[in-house]
């Protein structure tokens, strides 16, 4: 088999890989919006994936991954976002470019995520979590720019304050709302000492 068929090849098995993972979480999360988190086994929805429960294990290990799949995807995307920002931007502009970019074309898988996590408070209240991780590691590149101790008062607060703006905009994402949270957001970054 030649070069172009090998990756041919391997671009359809991922592809393919893809639609099952997605079809995986779509089930899952409608389940887990209609029946709660903790009523639905992985039988369930390997059932209504129409896959194997061995198929679903395989992609997700635990129940509780695959609930927070969507959640985990989106904090990973903000923490490359802040990580990769282009030079001369600062944190708060790479904030603002990838929220922006992010509430931009929201899908149906999102506004399904958002109907489960709805349903059931305590997975939101554990991909919380995460995000309060990739936003600490915000901070400390905040403290950076800014010449402060990683731990600083001032950027921890600036933290504390783009992690309830990210979860209040996951809610409401329209464009005003994204405006108001960044001008409020560089407004206290601009009092700090």
């Not at 090849?9 to 893809?18: Q, V």
């Not at 979480?25 to 409608?30: H, S, T």
């Not at 290990?61 to 976002?81: G, H, I, N, V, W």
């Amino acid at each position: 088999m030649t070069t172009d068929g090998l990756r041919t090849t391997d671009g359809l098995r991922e592809r393919s890989k893809a639609r099952r993972r997605e079809a995986i979480v779509r089930a899952a999360y409608e389940l887990f919006a209609e029946r709660g988190f903790e009523a639905t086994t992985i039988a369930d929805i390997a059932e209504a994936a129409e896959v194997s429960p061995r198929t679903v294990t395989l992609y997700f290990p635990s129940k509780l991954e695959l609930a927070l799949s969507q959640f985990e995807s989106f904090a990973d995307r903000l923490a490359t976002a802040l990580r990769q920002r282009p030079p001369g931007w600062t944190i708060l502009d790479a904030l603002e470019h990838w929220l922006r970019h992010e509430f931009a074309d929201r899908s149906d898988l999102d506004e399904l995520t958002d109907r489960m996590l709805d349903a059931n408070p305590q997975l939101e209240a554990a991909g919380s979590l995460r995000l309060a991780e990739v936003i600490q590691d915000g901070a400390r590149m905040f403290a950076e720019e800014r010449g402060s101790a990683p731990d600083a008062f001032g950027p921890r607060m600036a933290a504390a304050a783009a992690a309830a703006m990210v979860s209040e905009l996951c809610h409401h994402p329209q464009e005003a709302n994204i405006d108001t949270a960044m001008a409020f957001l560089r407004a206290g970054a601009a009092t700090l000492p």
